[in-house]
Nanobody
Framework: QVQLVESGGGSVQAGGTLRLSCAAS???????MAWFRQAPGKEREGAAA???????KYADSVKDRFTISRDSAKNTVYLQMTSLRPEDTALYYC?????????????????????WGQGTQVTVSS
């Protein structure tokens, strides 16, 4: 059973930085993991994704500002967010799909993930 627990959200001023963490348990050896976000009244959107075999992928809106990484020893995925903007305000979710047999491309489509965390709130004030 896969469990994803997010942490690290908070309130910052525009231009600030935050690092989100997603502690994962129960994942298989091959995986894709991603950070999604959902602002009030908006659809959930993918921000950044990482694969065990195919690198990473970013939404245009966060490219060059956010960095996704994974510490395999800690089974934790991070999202380092810099130059934060008020429009980055959202509930941020960690998501994953894994297998012992198949490899995955990193994608930003919610339907490509089957395991989800509860979310952590990020609020950026101007």
């Amino acid at each position: 059973q896969v469990q994803l627990v997010e942490s690290g959200g908070g309130s910052v001023q525009a231009g600030g930085t935050l690092r989100l963490s997603c502690a994962a348990s129960g994942l298989s050896s091959k995986y894709r993991m991603a950070w999604f976000r959902q602002a009030p009244g908006k659809e959930r959107e993918g921000a950044a994704a990482i694969s065990s075999t195919h690198g990473s992928k970013y939404a245009d809106s966060v490219k060059d500002r956010f960095t996704i990484s994974r510490d395999s020893a800690k089974n934790t995925v991070y999202l380092q967010m810099t130059s934060l903007r008020p429009e980055d305000t959202a509930l941020y979710y960690c998501a994953a799909k894994s297998s012992d047999w198949y490899t995955f491309e990193p994608t930003l489509r919610a339907g490509d993930y089957i395991d989800w965390g509860q979310g952590t709130q990020v609020t950026v004030s101007s």
